[in-house]
């Protein structure tokens, strides 16, 4: 019987199909994030063949001495920049991810704080809270309109595809995107521009939406140069790592007026939040929940397993992140 150890609580289901094909299978006791040394001590334990990981697992060459007999690392995640990818290939592990897992719905949370942000729903909802509230005010919490205006993307893949459907179908926005790889579907469904530089796409949109991987060249892609270059008016959203944004220097801009806010669903040194992001009205936080539906998540269960599945009962995993 092959043995799977799975790193954190998954939906039920994920564990089911593993079960039922046949795979031993050890879950983490701990409702948390594992530390390294804690995952290199419960994988010492069995001669475990794979591994479910979750993104807050680095997995890199301590995890690969640490568990000879591991052939799979199968991340529980959109995204493995977790993921030591020139180390695995060394050593012929394979590293999955689940690239559709929750993709329509990381789109719909984008567009709630894009929406939570234009509108001022949460500056308004504390204000009610606080007993504030004394009547109609003509010049309350005055939001921006969405309808007409340039919505922004950096990165044009499936989820932001799916941000730019609901932008022009939707709201009637203009979409300018930049990506390191031109995508016809977005520009010919969704009339979306191109342009070559990210810089470009800042100058001119009223919101703009981060959609790419963190690796070298996106980490502090946006920085405060970057924020310098939006418009007084922009509200920035990432959905997308928490390091692809330069968060002191986005404090700094939401302070002084920069950039007119901001709504994140993800940081950069999660689960600690940046000095002074709670203190500021003008953002949206939100705690790396854009996937989190039922749906969603058991998708993503039944994908990251399936790859596990597929590598000893079909050959080859399906989704491999290389």
């Not at 290199?40 to 069995?46: A, D, G, N, P």
């Not at 969405?146 to 932001?160: N, T």
């Not at 979306?192 to 981060?210: F, G, H, M, R």
Request: include cysteine.
């Amino acid at each position: 019987m092959k043995q799977v150890f799975v790193t954190r609580k998954i939906p039920e289901n994920g564990i089911a199909i593993l079960r039922e094909r046949g795979f031993g299978v050890d879950v983490s006791p701990h409702d948390r994030p594992l530390t390294q040394d804690e995952l290199i001590e419960f994988l010492q334990k069995k001669p475990y063949e794979a591994v479910l990981s979750m993104l807050s697992d680095r997995i890199d060459a301590r995890v690969f001495d640490a568990s000879p007999s591991t052939k799979i690392f199968a991340n529980y995640a959109i995204g493995y920049d977790n993921f030591d990818i020139a180390e695995a290939k060394k050593r012929g592990i394979y590293l999955t991810n689940t690239p559709h897992g929750g993709v329509d719905r990381v789109a719909e949370h984008a567009w709630a704080l894009i929406l939570a942000l234009s509108c001022k729903v949460v500056e308004g909802d504390g204000y009610v809270r606080a007993g504030k509230f004394t009547g109609f005010d003509p010049m309350l919490l005055q939001g921006m309109k969405v309808r007409g205006r340039v919505l922004g993307l950096v990165g044009a893949g499936r989820i932001g595809t799916e941000v730019a459907k609901i932008g022009a179908l939707g709201f009637g926005m203009r979409i300018a995107y930049y990506d390191i790889v031109r995508n016809p579907e977005i520009e010919e469904l969704h009339n979306a521009t191109y342009w070559p530089t990210v810089e470009e796409v800042l100058k001119q949109s009223d919101i703009v939406s981060l959609h790419v991987p963190l690796c070298d060249a996106t980490r502090h892609l946006i920085d405060a140069s970057k924020m310098g270059m939006m418009k007084p008016s922009a509200y920035l959203v990432n959905t997308s790592r928490g390091a692809v944004v330069d968060e002191v220097a986005l404090v700094d801009a939401l302070r002084n007026g920069v950039i007119a806010g901001a709504g994140l669903d993800v940081f950069e040194h999660e689960p600690a939040i940046s000095p002074g992001l709670t203190e500021l009205s003008n953002v949206v936080l939100t705690p790396h929940i854009a996937s989190s539906t039922v749906e969603a998540r058991e998708e993503m269960a039944k994908m990251s397993v399936q790859n596990i599945v597929d590598m000893f009962l079909g050959g080859k995993p399906t989704d491999m992140v290389y």
